[in-house]
Each structure stands twice: as C-alpha cells, then as structure tokens.
C-alpha cells in the first residue's frame, strides 16, 4: 500500500470522526430546541407575535446577555411559543412577575427577547414565587412557563412606516376591514392584545389603578399643598431668591467636590467617635441637671443682682475716683507705716510661741470645761462676799490692800487687828471710833460691824443709838402691822435661799448677825 493511499484512509477517517461530532451536536441543539431538558434553565415564554424572532437569537438581561432563543412553535391559542435558554448562572431565577418584551437589534429586522427575572422592591421585602413548571405530559414538560400576561410584542417602527405608502395602505385597509369582520365578537381580546403589545400601557394602567387606590389620600395631598403652599406664594420673592441663592451654593459646592469627597469619606470615622462622646454628654448632662435645676430657682435672685449691678458699678466708679483723689495723701501715709508693719511682724514672730501657748491653753479649756468651771468661780465668789438683806446688799468681805496681806512670824506694826476682840473698847477712844465708823457707814452696817469685832448686840445698840427699820418697816407697805413678814429668797422663789425675819420682840442688830450668818 502506498503512502497517498494510507493519507487517503487517514482523511477519511478524520472527515468520519468528524461527520459524527457534527451530527452528534445536532442531535444535542434539537432536542435543546425541542424542549428537552440539557440540565439549563430553560423558560418557555408564551408571546402574541413572535416576528422576526429566529432561534439562536439573544437574550438579555438590563443590557448583558444571558442566554440564546431555542425553539419558536405556535400554539393551540394562536400564540408564540419561544423557548428561552438561561445560560448564565446567576439570572437563573425567573419569579412569577418576571417579564419579556421583543426588541429590535439591528435596522435588518433581528430581534432579540429582553427580559426581567423580577420587578423591582423595597429592600427586605420576600421574594415572589418562581415561575412554576410544566407537569410532564404536557407541551415543554420541565420548563418554566411564564404567561402570555407578562410578555410584549411591540409593533416596529418600520411597520408603521410602511403603512404610508401604497400598495401596503391599500392592504393595512383590507386587513383591517378582515380584522374588523374577525373581531367583532372579540373586542376584550383586541383590548388585551393592545396593552401586551405596548407595555407603556400596561406601566400606565398600572400606575392609574394604584392613583386609583389613592384618591382620598391625592384629595387631601391636594388641599394640604394648597395650604402649604399659600404661605410661600405669599413670599414666592423669598422663595425664588432661596432658588437662585442655592443655585450658588450648589455651584459653589461643585467647585470643591474633592473636599466635599474627602468630608463624606471622613464621615463615619466621625461618626463612630461622635457615638461615644454623645454618650459622655449624655452622662454629663444627667449628672448637671440637679445644677441646673438649683440655678433656676436663683435665677431669680441672679437677675437682681444683675439689675442692681449698674447702681453698683456707678456708685462703685465715685469711690474708686475718691480713691483716686485720696491716693496722694494715703500713699504717702502707707508708706510710712512699713516701719511699723516691720515691728508687727517682728512681733508676730515673737509671739508666735505665746499664740501657741496660748491656743493650747484656750483649747484645754474649752475641751475640759475650763471655761465653765472660771464662771462658776466668779459667781459663787460673788455670792459669798455679797448678800443680800431686807435693807438692800451687803458685802460680806473686803479685799484690804495693805502690809497685812503678806504673811509673817514676827507681827508687824499695824497688823495687830483680830477678827473677834474681847477687849472692849471705853473711854474716849471708843465713842471716837463710834463717831468715825458713824461717820463712814450706815446704822445697822455699823451695828453689823460691832458685833462683828466682838461686841454683843446690846453693846452694837448701846454704841450706836437710833432707830433702825424693823424687818416689818423693811418689807414695805401692804401687811398687817403685828405680823411677822413671810421669808423670801434673794432673787425670787427659784433661788432656793432663805433669809432669816426677826421677829418684832427680838433685837435688830441680831437678826441682821443671823441674816449674814445664814448667807442672805
């Protein structure tokens, strides 16, 4: 066998191989085209006119293409049947209110499906259902069937181009008197097929059931921007100017867009550290309330102040201008008293120890009860060298300021007084010193005195002739004459002393010995 032979059965066998994988791909786009289920997701959407629309042709989703057109067959309604295979992964989701429309591609007449896997929604709202199946038995068994109701086929601009010029306006004008014939009894289903073949229609009949739905809140949006808008016609100036002023600023702001980025950019890292500060102004202002609150009941107060203040100031102004006219007679006579400041505080430093002292000694009185304990001294010192008689106060005691005071072993001329003298005093020298003691004391202090230096009451009488007020006579008016006077403390019932009342028969100069012995 020669070489060219064997290159002979070489080709053929490889124009063989590859009859068979051309048939072999046939086989797989037919029964694609027919329906048959490859594994894709495949669509069978069901139009009222599929013109122009051939297999192989595109379909898209916002612009990108997602798929290709399979097969095309009529179906038992006098519709379009296009199958359409979904080839990208990620629009493999068509839901009950997806949509597809028949678009021109190109000026020769292609056309290409776009669809809509779903309508728009508020973010957070659930999903539609998906398209369902087609239960098997049927036409397109497997695929997703989606309704002649959510489909469009607009008629083409070039069609209605064409219905200008004759002969084709003699035809529109057959076809349409055919069609008037055909559907006379079919007038819902002309309708029908109008909106599917324009969808703006059906945008707009939807958008005119949904105003529908609203009338009464369109009614009062009416009367409400009625009112609202009366203010601004009234200064529709101001508004215009607001207009044109914001026309500048927006102007303005378009001048700096970098900045205006690199603010928004900035934004929530600010807005992150403003969380936590507002939350510390939120402690701070929980924690200043009760401040405020007590500033509020003064505030009343504070406002006067602040009335008065002017007042203040003028009257303020007179003195600092007195001081300003006294300054230079003053500060000449500051200045002189820095000597003396130096002497004060060479004082000051001098008695810092006395201060001490005497703070402490303060101190242990006040914590001891020093203080008290002095007092009482004074008092009940006072109570003892005083009393107190029907006559009026006596003094019991007398400080004697003289050489007698200093105590001594060997007596001192002069000092040779006794409290009680048994040597009575005659002669001459005694009614001399009678008439000097008259001289200088009363009658019954100097009776008082007498007994005092040892003479008996008798003798006090006899030294001192006269009459004394009875202790009757002394209690004053207002009591029976003959009855004895009733005692009464010094100082009043609370006192708790009581003063010796001598009878009327008894001597006076021994009731008054007995008064003093007794502390009245």
């Known amino acids: 066998m020669s070489r060219q032979t064997e290159g002979w059965r070489r ?36 139009f009222d006119d599929a013109a122009n629309v051939i ?13 290709t057109v399979g097969s095309i067959t009529p179906t038992p309604q006098q519709k379009a049947a296009v199958v359409l295979h979904i080839a990208n992964p990620g629009f493999q989701d068509f839901r009950v209110d997806a949509s597809c429309t028949i678009r021109p591609q190109a000026l020769i007449g292609e056309k290409f499906v776009d669809c809509l896997p779903t309508q728009p929604r508020v973010e957070g709202t659930p999903l539609p259902p998906p398209l369902p199946k087609i239960p098997d038995g049927q036409e397109g068994a497997g695929q997703r069937l989606l309704p002649v109701e959510n489909t469009h086929s607009p008629v083409d601009v070039d069609l209605l181009g064409d219905i200008s010029r004759l002969p084709e306006r003699q035809r529109l004008t057959i076809i349409i008197n055919e069609l008037g014939a055909g559907l006379a009894g079919r007038g819902s289903d002309l309708n029908a097929v109008i909106r599917r073949a324009n969808p703006a229609l059906q945008e707009l009949d939807k ?26 016609a009234a200064v529709r100036n101001r508004v215009a100017s607001f207009i044109a002023q914001s026309n500048t600023v927006a102007q303005a702001s378009a001048r700096h867009l970098k900045a205006l980025g690199l603010n928004l950019a900035l934004f929530p890292p600010f807005l992150r550290q403003l969380g936590p500060a507002m939350e510390r102004l939120g402690r701070f202002a929980d ?5 405020f609150t007590d500033l509020g009941v003064a505030a009343p107060a504070i406002n006067q102040a602040f009335t008065n203040l002017p007042a203040f100031s003028s009257s303020s102004t007179a003195f600092l201008e007195s001081v300003g006219k006294n300054a230079p007679k003053t500060g000449p006579a500051l200045v002189a008293t820095q000597p003396l400041l130096r002497r004060l505080k060479s004082l000051g430093a001098a008695a810092n120890p006395f201060g001490s002292n005497f703070s402490e000694l303060l101190s242990s009185l006040r914590n001891s009860g020093g203080l008290e304990r002095i007092l ?5 010192g006072a109570g003892s060298a005083n009393g107190y008689d029907a006559l009026g106060h006596f003094l019991r005691a007398e ?12 007596p001192a001329p002069g000092c040779s007084a006794k409290l009680f003298s048994t040597n009575g005093a005659t002669g001459a020298s005694a009614r001399a010193s009678a008439a000097a003691v008259n001289n200088t004391t009363g009658l019954v202090e100097a009776r008082t005195l007498a007994v005092l230096q040892g003479a008996t009451p008798a003798q006090a009488l006899a030294r001192y002739p006269g009459s004394a007020p009875t202790a009757g006579e002394a209690s004053g008016p207002g009591e029976a004459g003959g009855t ?9 019932a609370s006192a708790g002393t009581t003063y010796y009342a001598p009878s009327a028969e008894s001597s006076g100069a021994s009731g008054l010995l007995l008064n003093y012995l007794l502390g009245n």
């Open 11 to 46: 080709g053929a066998a490889g124009v063989a191989v590859a009859a068979c994988a051309a048939a072999l791909f046939a086989v797989v786009l037919l029964a694609t085209s027919a329906g048959g289920s490859s594994g894709g997701y495949t669509v069978r959407a069901i």
């Open 55 to 67: 297999p192989g042709e595109d379909v898209k989703i916002a612009g990108a293409k997602v798929g």
């Open 207 to 232: 958008v005119l059931n949904i105003l529908a739905g609203e009338n009464r809140v369109l009614a009062d949006l009416a009367v409400n921007s009625d009112v609202a808008l009366a203010p601004l």
């Open 287 to 291: 924690q200043t309330t009760p401040v």
């Open 376 to 380: 009482d001294f004074i008092f009940l």
């Open 399 to 410: 400080g004697v300021a003289n050489i007698c005071l200093t105590y001594a072993i060997v």
């Open 484 to 492: 004895a006077p009733a005692a009464h403390p010094v100082g009043g």
